[in-house]
């Protein structure tokens, strides 16, 4: 068994930094590409960051230059760095990853619960 679990969400003024996290645990072989996406109030959910097991990661047009996504291979990790944050930037984050288990070569895409983050004064 899987599990993703996300921390960090909360609520921030216009302008202000939050820093998401996200863990995943259980029978893991390898991870490749682990990524966020965030979901608004009526709006489908989107892609926010990726970054796969090697090579360069892929931001959202509309967080380029304020969120900043990174992993730690050894602990099984992603964070998400966001500043310069927008009222608009209001949704829940989810985390993702594409894993295969100890039980077989596929990989599988997991997600975790999702976590709330309000931008607002």
């Known amino acids: 068994q899987v599990q993703l679990v996300e921390s960090g969400g909360g609520l921030v003024q216009p302008g202000g930094s939050l820093r998401l996290s996200c863990a995943a645990s259980g029978s893991i072989f390898s991870i490749n590409a682990m990524g966020w996406y965030r979901q608004a109030p009526g709006k489908q959910r989107e892609l926010v960051a990726l970054?796969?097991?090697?090579?360069?990661?892929n931001y959202a047009d509309s967080v380029k230059g304020r969120f900043t996504i990174s992993r730690d291979n050894a602990k099984n990790t992603v964070d998400l760095q966001m500043n310069s944050l927008k009222p608009e930037d209001t949704a829940v984050y989810y985390c993702n990853a594409d894993i295969r288990t100890e039980r077989g070569p596929v990989y599988y895409r997991y997600w975790g619960q999702g976590t709330q983050v309000t931008v607002s004064s």
């Open positions: 970054i796969p097991s090697g090579g360069s990661t």
